[in-house]
Every structure is written in C-alpha cells, then in structure tokens.
T-cell receptor, first 117, second 115 residues
C-alpha cells in the first residue's frame, strides 16, 4: 500500500527560486491538504481541497499555490521562495463524502524538509 | 476559529510508568472529532487514537486511552506501561464536523522515555 507519496524528501532553494512539491495518494480520498510544521507551532494548514477542481486557502496560504486536476494528485507550488518558507511540509489526505469526513483520520506523507537560503 | 492548546511543551516518563499529556480546545461547535498523533524522530505522523464528540465513552487503543471531558473541552492522552518506542512528539488535533472539516493541530508535546 503506497498511501500518500510525497516528493522530494529534502530540498534546498535559493531565495527567489520556484519549485513544486509533489503529492499523490492512491486511496481515492477526496480530501487533500498541505501543512507546514515549524518548531513550537504544530502543523499549520496552507491549502486544502475537498475534491478535484476545488481548492481553498488555509491558515498560511501566502506564497503558495495549489491545483487539483485529479483526485490522486495535489501539488504545492512555491512561487518565489523566501527564507521564511524554510520548514517541513506535509501532504495529507482523508476519506471524504461530498465534503464531509466524519471521524476519518488524516493520512500523511513522509514530509519534505525545505531550506531556503 | 477553533484553537488547540497543549500546555506541556516537554514531558518525561520512566519506562513502564504512566504519563498523561494534556490538551484543551476551544470551539462553539457541537459536532467534532478529536485525535492524537505521534511523530517519532523519523518525522512520520502516526495516528494514535481518535474520539467522536458525541460519544461519552472514552476511546482506548491498547496502552493508549483518553480522558474526554466535553464540557471542559479537555482531551488528555494517557500512556500506560510506557516504552522506549513511545518517545516522540505528540500532537492533539481537532476536526470540525462541518463541511470541509479542516484539522487544527496543537503545538505538540515532546515526550521522553527514561530507561
């Protein structure tokens, strides 16, 4: 079972560069999301999607774009990297039925450690 | 907006002993779900236990149990017979029962297990 596959595991960028973090899940989950994890702040939601073609902003969306053209894929784009975007990024998905997930847990990818110099 | 608070940034427990991690949350909703996740040094996020707000019975999973106090908006995690493998960061999380249902995570508690 692949679950949630997130790539790359590590990335170093220079300020101003752009890149895309890839995320794919094979569990047919409608709900997908991106979080960033910073020390002492837990996980903060960047963007989320409740189905193909539907995306919305989370708590910290500035500097990031997402798209959801298929149920399986939910890439996160950094438009112009800044040192403040140095963080660990997690993609996560869960079961959802027409926008309602009930007690379904989040299934996480293994994370990407991003450093912006 | 909902918030989740974990007031203990770090805790330690002796191997084979019991430890309780605290979590409180703030919400005006009546329909929601609560979760505890474990993050070992591998960085992987692992579901430990979950609780539906409409259930009065506290959830248990082997050595892990919760004390869910809905009126007090408290959701503590008890780990019994602590093992070295329990050493990790623990995150409390809230999920709304409304449409979209984004998770809100607490800041985490780092648990050390002493041999």
């Amino acid at each position: 079972n692949a679950g949630v596959t997130q790539t790359p595991k590590f990335q170093v960028l220079k300020t101003g560069q752009s890149m895309t973090l890839q995320c794919a899940q094979d569990m047919n989950h409608e709900y997908m999301s991106w979080y960033r994890q910073d020390p002492g702040m837990g996980l903060r939601l960047i963007h989320y999607s409740v189905g193909a073609g539907i995306t919305d902003q989370g708590e910290v969306p500035n500097g990031y774009n997402v798209s959801r053209s298929t149920t399986e894929d939910f890439p996160l784009r950094l438009l112009s990297a800044a040192p403040s975007q140095t963080s660990v990024y997690f993609c996560a998905s869960s079961y959802s039925d027409r926008g309602y997930s009930y007690n379904s847990p989040l299934h996480f990818g293994n994370g990407t450690r991003l450093t912006v110099t | 907006a909902q918030t989740v608070t974990q007031s203990q940034p770090e805790m330690s427990v002796q191997e084979a002993e019991t430890v309780t991690l605290s979590c409180t949350y703030d919400t005006s909703e009546s329909d929601y779900y609560l979760f505890w996740y474990k993050q070992p040094p591998s960085r992987q996020m692992i579901l430990v236990i979950r609780q539906e707000a409409y259930k009065q019975q506290n959830a248990t999973e082997n050595r892990f149990s919760v004390n869910f106090q809905k009126a007090a908006k408290s959701f503590s995690l008890k780990i019994s017979d602590s093992q070295l493998g329990d050493a990790a960061m623990y995150f409390c999380a809230y999920r709304s029962g409304n449409y979209g249902q984004n998770f809100v995570f607490g800041p985490g508690t780092r648990l050390s297990v002493l041999p």
